[in-house]
Structures are given as structure tokens and as C-alpha cells.
């Protein structure tokens, strides 16, 4: 049904998930908004998995969660990161880069 | 604030109610639901239906059914583990918390503790001896079938009697309750062929169906077989013991040959380890009768054994014994009228006076358990009545009650864990101690340990003393009204005078308690002393003592007089020996050889055996009644020129002369007695006094002494008569034995002293456990009363200090104290008093010449319970009639 090259490389979602909270508490309909917003739709996720990672990542302990209003005045359930989150979420993106440039370095050779 | 966008952190360890798994499926739902609703917002405001954009909404969110799953599942492990942390943080509080309160008050914390050691300790160790000795079956024992065989002859003495064997081969013949009977002789081999100097083994000389009827099989190896109880060949079967200790288990002995008596037995078999019967033996052969041995009908030596056949009862058995004994009585009337069958049931045989014992101090230490734990009980009731206005306080301050409850509960739980923890350390030191000081023939001894199932049991029932008591008051505090609690003062609230009232009626069932406990001991002390009060006949002191078995490497009797003369003149030869006298059977040995029998008196018409008078005839030296200091009533005793070639001879005891000879003079009447020899006809020439000759409440019994000179029995007891204490001789005796003849076996190297030691061990035994129970029955109760007036003097404080400043003396207030503690003393004494005279009857067998309502025991007893009651008040007392009555009055 998605096209396969939207699809999220496997085990990026956790890290997409932290970088989101870095800077704020938000609720998991937010966390959906940003990452399509700063990927300009061109990563489409799908909303179930979101909160299956954020629950799995709570029970981690990477983030911590607590109910509030959202700003239409409903009840949310917001998310924020923990600082076990904040450490996780530097070995995760220090992985991605070196994943990254692995992967350049096969596809681009002459780049250094 | 709330209604600011945003969530609401948790703030510290502020708590909140924790959702249950209802709330968190419906929190899952709920973010669900907040998610759909916002993307349906966001597709409506870029133009979609409502339809179009649910139906996208829900297409971009995936498998809602496993995302909810697995949300909930993740959520509800963080919710589990969240509680399981708080709650053990709360505990650690707790403990925290329980720990500085006791450390606060460390007298009632080491009251409490030590009250709690030792009624979980002393409960520990004496049921697990019991529980070890008496409550486990029999190993390798049917003890539904196995019994042991006796004979009776209620007209001549009470109790069992050894087994004659031409008794026991008519009962095998015409008993039908039983599928294989066997007898038993006692036995003794000597070790040789060994390092060093033989060893003594005991033994039993068994007939062929022992094995079968005890049940016991040898392996590895076999029985004897049916030639082999004939032919008299040499075979052997070994104890595991023996096997394991002599011969290092080798498994090859089974088919060699060992030493025995200087002659070589074939080991055929080794009975199974951790045999309980037959125990204490570590040699078995076949009997080979002696002849004319299988027609004796009169004396008895042997001990039987019978396996009754399946579905047979013990009474069933006895009836037909009953039966074989009345046949026999007719058949036999010469020897056999008035001889009755016994059958006794082998674990009964096995375990024998331990039982009451046992059972007697298994109920002391359920009393001085009530009363450890009417102690716990008490004090945890004093402590929660302390607290009551701080309770009421944190309550009115919102405390949570079960918050409080729980604190409470694990402060009652730590003082109650600190106690077991004591407790088991007095229970290990009880078992200790209890191994020690018991029997060395208790059954079982070595396998006494500490029960996990008992010390769970014993720490159980404190445990839940220490917190039904300190849950209690927590509980009335709670539900009193509050401000009615905070408005009361040390005055004390309704609640605490009630718990007044129970502490008092605690104490008063405490002083009842200890009470019988205390009879108990003290009727038992009074029993030993009026024992040892028995005159013995003999003298005790510095007597040095051994045995010999001269038969085998002495065969005639001329060498064994020959030997046993030299030996008593080696003893004589020792610096420091005074008298040197020996007997076949020494008052208070184990081994005594003498033998029961009827005789016949020359100048009076003969009678029939059964009516026949009869006696216990034991073969003297010369010197023997002298180095005894059994004293000589009338006639002479023996001399050197009573020898073989010489007139019979024999002296008798006072008994015999009373009860044969009542009203004339024994002295040169002749009688004829064929124990321990052949029948022979012999002068009496003396009366000696009466000894004591097993124990001390062991009763006179017909006595005939023969003159070693005229019989040369070949089992032989020395005694030497020392000029200082006795056990340095010892030793010495040994050395001139193994000089003599260094193949010479020796047994029972002792003294009189610890001869006769050993025959109260059971009585020391029963009377240090039931005496130390007692004790600390008796300062359980102490701690009780003066926990009780200490804590209602501090309650009366105001009222005290108003008589005194209204003018009672020091002397009033103190006799006001004592006096209230004696209206607890009274009644508690009445309730053990009756106690006493209903329970103490149980002790029954255990007493001697003492009734169990001796009335000079209960007199004392009482007498230092009421010293006890008033010292244990009379501290508080004073302490109560020293206060400045101004200073309390103006703090209140």
C-alpha cells in the first residue's frame, strides 16, 4: 500500500521519536506532526506504530509521560524525554551518522 | 493552573492513586482516541468529508487492535513496576522507621526480643528432640508386627522378665499368632587379633528365627543358615557399625574370617546401618543350646522377639499368649504355674520412659510459650497505648490508616523478626545442651537436629501474637473519634483502660502458668532428693571398678580362680589401694551376672517350684562385702578356708531372711540352689544388709551370695577400694590387667560413683529441662508483673502525687503498688494451683515418693510466687512513692 521507498529505514523511528521531544513535552499526535512537518511528508509513518515505540520507549524509560490539555483544551497524553532519553538519543544519532557515512562511503566513493 | 495547556508533571515522591488495569486500557483508549480525533481535525480543514477523512484517519494509523495491545501491555508492566518500588520503598521507610522507634526505647525492645527468643528457642529444641524421638517412626522396623517377649510372675515381682529358653521353645511350638519368633542371648565377644589390646564387642546369641521375626536381613551377606544353628560351626554376622569401623567397610570381608576370642568366625553378613533394633549390638551368632539348656523352665536370660502374623493386633497376640501360658501351667505345674507371657510392642520397647518424658516437657514448653507470648502480647498492647495520641494526631493529619497500619504491623514484624532471629540461636544452644544432658541410651540421640517445619511453627505463632497485639490499638485508634482522642490526656482514654484490663488479665494467666510450671519442677526436685536419700547399703566413694570375662582364655575353674586371685592381688599391689573385693554382679553395673531361682530349704517339707522360694544368687570374693562396707547383721562372712574342697557355703541378705526366714535364725539352716551352678546344698553362714541393686528406687530384692572359691564363675567385676578419689585408679587397674594378660578384654572401667551417676541420668535430665523451663516460665512472669505496674504506676502518676501532696507517705503509695499486684498474684496463683492438681498427675510415673499433690511442694511453690509478685512490684513501686508531687502535678 506504502511506497516502498517512503518507507522508515528500520530502527530510525526511535531516534526520530527522541530528536522530536529534545526541545519539547508534546503529545503523540504532535510528535506524528513534527516528523512529517521537518520531513515534508516525504517519510510517511504509520500513526500505530508511533505509539507502540513511544509506549515500548517509556517502559524503557527513555521517555516519561503525563496527562494534560492540549491546546484545543483536550486531554492528552504528553510525552517528554527522561535522562536516560537524553543519552539514549546521543548513541542513537552518533549510530545513525556513522551508519550514514558507511553508507556513503560505498555509494560515494570520492566524497570523504 | 490546571486549566493551562500542558500536562501536570508528578512532583517528587508525591503520590498518586495508581490506576488499576481498567484505568489503563481506558487511558490507552483515551490517546488513541485524542489522536483519530485530531487527524480527522486536520483532514476536514483541508477539505475531505467527515467520512473520507475517518476513513484516511484510520488508514494512516494501521492495526488498531495490536497497537492497543501492545500499549496496554507496556503500560501495565510500568504501572506493576512503579507499585512494586513504591512499595518497597515504603517498607524500608518502615523498617527505618520500626528501628529508630525500638533503638528509642531499648528495654522494652530487649524485653520484648528476649521474650520472643526464648519462647520460640526453648519451644524449638525440645520439640525437636521430641518430634525427632517420638513422633518419627521406626527405621527398618515393621513396628505393626514386631514385638518384644517377656515373662511375667506377678506373685514373685512386678514387671517383665527375661526369658527362660525352655519357656520360649514351648512358646514356638504352640503360639499361633505369630510367624516366626526368636531369642536372644546376651553375649560378649572380645576383638583380638588386632594392634593393641582387644576390644570388647556385645553380642547376641541368636536363635534361628530372630532374624526373620525382627526383620532385619543382612547386606551385604546373608543370615545363618539352618545347618549352622546345628552344627555349631563358626560363623558371624557384624554390625554396620563394626563393619564400617574395624574393617573400614571393606566389601570383601563377607566370606573371611575374623578374630574372636582368639579364634577364627567366618563373617556371613553385616546388618543394615542405622538400625534401631536390634541396636547396641555388634555381633550376632547362632544359638547353639547347651545341653538341658532348651528344658530350662525357671531361669530366665534371654530376650525374646515374635513378628505377629498380618492383620494380627497386639491384643489378639496377647490372648493367645495368654492361651500357650495356661496350657503350659498345667503341663508344667512344677515350674510354670503363676509364669505369664507379656508382649510389648516394639517401639514402646524401643523408645520406653523417654516417652513421658518427653511428652511432659513438651507441654511445659507449650506453657512457657502462653506465657512468652501473654508477655509479647502485653508489652505490645503498653507500647500501642503510649503511642495512642500519636496515632490520633497523625491520623487527624491525614496519615493514610493503612499507611499507619502498615507501619505499626512492620514495627510488631521487626521486633518479631529480631526475637526469631534470637530465638533460633537459643534454640541451636537448647539442642546443644539438650544432647548433652541426656541419657546415653536415649534412642535416636544422634539424631536430633533443628526442624525447619518447628522453628517455622514456633516463629509463626509469636509472630502473629506480636501483631495481632500491635495492630490492635493502631486498628481502636483509628476508629475512636478523633478529636475524643486528642482531647484525652496521660489520664488515659477509655481504650487504654480496657487495655488495663486485658494486660491485667494477661498477667494474672501469666502467674497461673508459671505457677504450674513450677509444682511441676519442684515436684520433680523433691523426688530426686527423697532418691538420693534411699540408703544404698553400700558405700560410693572411692570405689574403683572393672570387668573381665575370664571363660575363654581361663577355661576351668581352678585357672579361673587361680586368675581372678592374681588379679585382685595385682590390684592390692597398687600404691593407694586399700581393699580389693569382686563379684559377679556389682549394685548399679550394666552387666550384672546373677540369676533368679528357686531353692529349697533342708529342714522344711519341699515344695513345688512354683511355690518354691526364690532368689537372686550372685557369686562373692572373700573380701567383697568388706571393701564394699555392706555391712554383716549376724553369723560370719566368708573366709579363705571357704574353698572348693571345703563345706558349701552362702551368705544371705536381710530380705531373704525376713521373708523365708521371719521370726528365726537363718544362720546354720541348709538350703539347696541351682543358679549359676549345680544344684548344691549349702550352709548358710551370715546375714548381710540389704543393697539397692540396679537403682536407687530399685527395691531390696532376695539375695544369696555363693563364695567365688567355691564356684569360679568366669564373669568378673572388681572393685578396689581407694584412699583417694577413684578415677585416678583407674588407669592403674587397666594396667595390671593388660600385664597379667595382655589378651584380656576389660570392660566398664569406672568408678561406683559414675556407675550410679549414670542410672540418674534420665531422672538429672528430665529435672534440669523441666527446672530451667520453670525458671524461665517463672522470670517471663516476673518481666509481665513489672512491665504491668511499672506501666500503671506512670498511668496513676497524677493521682499518686495527689495522695502524697494530701499526705501518704512513701510507705503508703509503695504498699498501694504491691497490694495492686497482689490482687493479680492471688487469682493467678488460685488458677495454677488448680492447674496443678489436675495436670501434675501426668508426672505420675516420673515422681517418686513424692504424690502429685504433695502438699509441702505446693506450699513452697506458692510462697516463692508470691516473693516473686511482690518483688517484681515492688521496684516500680518505690520508684512511684520517690516522686515530687509538685513537679508532676504542675507539668500536668
Redesign the interface.
Known amino acids: 500500500m506504502t511506497d516502498p521507498t517512503r518507507q522508515l529505514v528500520r530502527g530510525t523511528l526511535h531516534v526520530l521519536i527522541l530528536r522530536t521531544l529534545e526541545s519539547d513535552?508534546l503529545?503523540?499526535?504532535g510528535i506524528?506532526?513534527r516528523i512529517e512537518e521537518a520531513t515534508s511528508g516525504l517519510v510517511?509513518l504509520?500513526?500505530?506504530?508511533l505509539?507502540?515505540a513511544?509506549?515500548?520507549m517509556?517502559?524503557r524509560g527513555w521517555v516519561e509521560?503525563?496527562?494534560?490539555?492540549?491546546?484545543?483544551?483536550?486531554?492528552?497524553?504528553?510525552y517528554?524525554l527522561t535522562a536516560e532519553g537524553r543519552r539514549r538519543l546521543k548513541v542513537e544519532t552518533a549510530s545513525w551518522w556513522e551508519y550514514v557515512e558507511a553508507v556513503q562511503r560505498v555509494l560515494r566513493p570520492d566524497v570523504r | 493552573m490546571s486549566?493551562?495547556?500542558?500536562?501536570?508533571?508528578?512532583r517528587g515522591s508525591g503520590r498518586r492513586v495508581l490506576p488499576d488495569a481498567r484505568r489503563i486500557r481506558r487511558?490507552v483508549e483515551?490517546?488513541?482516541e485524542?489522536?483519530l480525533?485530531?487527524?480527522i481535525r486536520?483532514l476536514e480543514a483541508l477539505g475531505h468529508s467527515p467520512q473520507e477523512s475517518r476513513a484516511e484517519a484510520l488508514r494512516?494509523?494501521?492495526?488498531?487492535a495490536?497497537?492497543r495491545a501492545?500499549?496496554f501491555e507496556?503500560?501495565y508492566?510500568?504501572h506493576r513496576r512503579k507499585k512494586r518500588r513504591e512499595l518497597m520503598a515504603e517498607l524500608v521507610q518502615d523498617i527505618r522507621v520500626a528501628v529508630r522507634q525500638l533503638r528509642r526505647r531499648p528495654g522494652f525492645a530487649a524485653i520484648a526480643i528476649i521474650t520472643l527468643a526464648l519462647g520460640i528457642g526453648a519451644n524449638t529444641a525440645i520439640f525437636s528432640a521430641a518430634d525427632h524421638v517420638l513422633l518419627r517412626p521406626l527405621v527398618n522396623v515393621d513396628a505393626e508386627r514386631v514385638v518384644t517377649l517377656w515373662e511375667s510372675n506377678p506373685a514373685v515381682i512386678d514387671g517383665l522378665l527375661e526369658v527362660a529358653p525352655g519357656n520360649f521353645v514351648e512358646w514356638e511350638r504352640r503360639a499361633e499368632a505369630f510367624t516366626a519368633m526368636g531369642l536372644a542371648e546376651p553375649y560378649g565377644f572380645d576383638l583380638t587379633g588386632g594392634d593393641g589390646p582387644p576390644a570388647p564387642a556385645t553380642a547376641w546369641l541368636v536363635t534361628a528365627g530372630f532374624f526373620d521375626a525382627a526383620g532385619v536381613r543382612p547386606n551385604p551377606g546373608r543370615g545363618f543358615l539352618a545347618e549352622e544353628y546345628t552344627s555349631g560351626e563358626s560363623v558371624v554376622v557384624i554390625s554396620h557399625r563394626l563393619w564400617q569401623s574395624r574393617y573400614d567397610g571393606d566389601p570383601a570381608l563377607v566370606g573371611q574370617a575374623i578374630e574372636l576370642d582368639g579364634s577364627e568366625y567366618v563373617v556371613v553378613g553385616v546388618l543394615p546401618a542405622n538400625l534401631e533394633y536390634p541396636a547396641y549390638r555388634d555381633v550376632w551368632a547362632p544359638k547353639v543350646y547347651r545341653p538341658g539348656e532348651d528344658q530350662t523352665r525357671t531361669s530366665g536370660y534371654m530376650v525374646a522377639v515374635g513378628r505377629m502374623r498380618p492383620g494380627v493386633e497386639q491384643a489378639d497376640a496377647q490372648r493367645d499368649l495368654d492361651r500357650v501360658a495356661s496350657a503350659m501351667a498345667i503341663d508344667y505345674p512344677a515350674t510354670n504355674v503363676g509364669t505369664g507371657i507379656r508382649l510389648m510392642g516394639i517401639e514402646e520397647h524401643v523408645l520406653g520412659d523417654v516417652r513421658t518424658a518427653l511428652l511432659v516437657l513438651l507441654g511445659a514448653v507449650g506453657l512457657v510459650l502462653l506465657v512468652a507470648c501473654a508477655n509479647v502480647a502485653s508489652l505490645m498492647l503498653a507500647r500501642a497505648m503510649e503511642r495512642e495520641r500519636e496515632l490520633g494526631v497523625r491520623v487527624a493529619l491525614g496519615a493514610g490508616r493503612l499507611r499507619l497500619l502498615r507501619q505499626l504491623g512492620t514495627e510488631s514484624g521487626t521486633l518479631a523478626v529480631l526475637g526469631g532471629a534470637a530465638g533460633l540461636v537459643v534454640a541451636w544452644a537448647g539442642v546443644r545442651a539438650l544432647v548433652a544432658l541426656s541419657p546415653t541410651d536415649l534412642p535416636r540421640l544422634a539424631a536430633i537436629g533443628m526442624d525447619g517445619r518447628i522453628v517455622a511453627f514456633a516463629a509463626l505463632i509469636t509472630l502473629v501474637t506480636a501483631l495481632l497485639f500491635g495492630l490492635a490499638p493502631a486498628l481502636h485508634a483509628m476508629r475512636a473519634e478523633i478529636r475524643q482522642t486528642l482531647a484525652a490526656t496521660s489520664h488515659g482514654s477509655r481504650g487504654s483502660r480496657a487495655s488495663g484490663r486485658f494486660r491485667s488479665a494477661l498477667v494474672v494467666g501469666q502467674i497461673g502458668l508459671a505457677l504450674i510450671l513450677l509444682i511441676g519442677a519442684g515436684l520433680l526436685g523433691r523426688s530426686f532428693l527423697s532418691l538420693l536419700d534411699n540408703e544404698l547399703g553400700f558405700e560410693v566413694e572411692n570405689r574403683a571398678t572393672v570387668q573381665v570375662f575370664l571363660w575363654d582364655r581361663h577355661p576351668t575353674v581352678a585357672q579361673r580362680i587361680q586368675q581372678a586371685e592374681q588379679i585382685a592381688a595385682a590390684f592390692s599391689a597398687v600404691p593407694g589401694v586399700e581393699g580389693v573385693g569382686f563379684t559377679s554382679a556389682l549394685p548399679f553395673h550394666p552387666t550384672q551376672i546373677d540369676a533368679e531361682a528357686g531353692f529349697t530349704i533342708e529342714s522344711r517339707p519341699p515344695l513345688a517350684d512354683a511355690q518354691a522360694p526364690r532368689a537372686y544368687t550372685t557369686i562373692a570374693s572373700t573380701d567383697y562385702f568388706d571393701v564394699m562396707s555392706i555391712r554383716l547383721e549376724r553369723g560370719r562372712l566368708f573366709t579363705p578356708a571357704d574353698r572348693l574342697d571345703a563345706p558349701r557355703v552362702a551368705v544371705i541378705n536381710e530380705t531373704l531372711a525376713n521373708r523365708y526366714f521371719a521370726g528365726e535364725d537363718p544362720v546354720g539352716e541348709r538350703i539347696t540352689v541351682g543358679a549359676m551352678d549345680q544344684p548344691v546344698t549349702r550352709e548358710i553362714v551370715g546375714v548381710v544388709a540389704d543393697v539397692r541393686p540396679t537403682a536407687f528406687d530399685s527395691d531390696p530384692r532376695p539375695e544369696l551370695y555363693v563364695p567365688f572359691a567355691q564356684n569360679g564363675t568366669g564373669g568378673i567385676t572388681f572393685v578396689a577400694r581407694t584412699r583417694t578419689d577413684a578415677a585416678s585408679f583407674v588407669p592403674a587397674l587397666r594396667d595390671q590387667v593388660q600385664t597379667l594378660d595382655p589378651e584380656q578384654a576389660i570392660y566398664h572401667a569406672s568408678t561406683i560413683e559414675q556407675l550410679i551417676g549414670d542410672t540418674l541420668v534420665g531422672r538429672r535430665f528430665s529435672l534440669v529441662l523441666l527446672g530451667g523451663l520453670s525458671v524461665v516460665g517463672l522470670l517471663l512472669a516476673i518481666v509481665g508483673i513489672y512491665g504491668l505496674m511499672t506501666f500503671a504506676t506512670s498511668q496513676r502518676r497524677a493521682e499518686i502525687a495527689v495522695r502524697m501532696a494530701l499526705g501518704a507517705r512513701g510507705g503508703d503509695v509503695t504498699g498501694m503498688i504491691v497490694g495492686q499486684a497482689m490482687r493479680l498474684a492471688v487469682p493467678g496463683i488460685l488458677i495454677g494451683v488448680a492447674g496443678a492438681l489436675y495436670l501434675t498427675r501426668f508426672l505420675q510415673s516420673m515422681l517418686y515418693d513424692v504424690r502429685p499433690t504433695d502438699f509441702a511442694t505446693f506450699a513452697q511453690i506458692i510462697a516463692l510466687m508470691a516473693l516473686a509478685a511482690t518483688a517484681a512490684a515492688w521496684v516500680p513501686a518505690r520508684r512511684a512513692a520517690r516522686t515530687d508531687p509538685m513537679k508532676v502535678l504542675r507539668q500536668d
Open positions: 513535552a503529545h503523540g499526535y506524528a506532526s510517511e504509520e500513526d500505530g506504530a505509539y507502540q513511544l509506549h515500548r517509556e517502559e509521560s503525563a496527562w494534560g490539555h492540549a491546546e484545543t483544551g483536550k486531554r492528552a497524553r504528553f517528554r | 486549566d493551562a495547556p500542558g500536562p501536570r508533571w508528578p487511558d483515551a490517546e488513541i485524542f489522536h480525533g485530531e487527524r486536520e494512516r494509523f494501521g492495526d488498531l495490536r497497537t501492545v500499549c507496556s503500560d508492566r510500568i
